[in-house]
Nanobody, 122 residues
Framework: QVQLVESGGGLVQAGDSLTLSCTTAGRTFSTYAWFRQAPGEGRDFVAAIIGSRGSTIYASSVKGRFTISGDNAKNTVFLQMNSLKPEDTALYFC?????????????????WGQGTQVTVSS
């Protein structure tokens, strides 16, 4: 049973920062990603990292504000979110894939966390 544990969500004001973390208990995957889902919306890609290369990609809506990084020794990935906006409000999910390939579509990922809520007030 693969378990992804996310943490770091919360309620902040516009312009503030938050850091999300996701730990895959004892198992390393090739690709780690963050998606988010606002109420009534689909699950949108935010960022991904291929651990072995350190390569990253971002959605255009967060590029320059969010940074994804990983700690391979701890099987943990982080999402540093700066200059948060009300439109960043969503439930944020961590996802992992066994393949070292960038995918922005949720269906390509093998395992998912339960999500952590981020709410940005104006």
């Amino acid at each position: 049973q693969v378990q992804l544990v996310e943490s770091g969500g919360g309620l902040v004001q516009a312009g503030d920062s938050l850091t999300l973390s996701c730990t895959t208990a004892g198992r390393t995957f090739s690709t780690y990603a963050w998606f988010r889902q606002a109420p009534g919306e689909g699950r949108d890609f935010v960022a991904a990292i291929i651990g072995s290369r350190g390569s990253t990609i971002y959605a255009s809506s967060v590029k320059g504000r969010f940074t994804i990084s990983g700690d391979n020794a701890k099987n943990t990935v982080f999402l540093q979110m700066n200059s948060l906006k009300p439109e960043d409000t969503a439930l944020y999910f961590c996802a992992v894939s066994t393949l070292p390939v960038f995918r922005t579509v949720a269906t390509y990922y093998d395992y998912w966390g339960q999500g952590t809520q981020v709410t940005v007030s104006s």
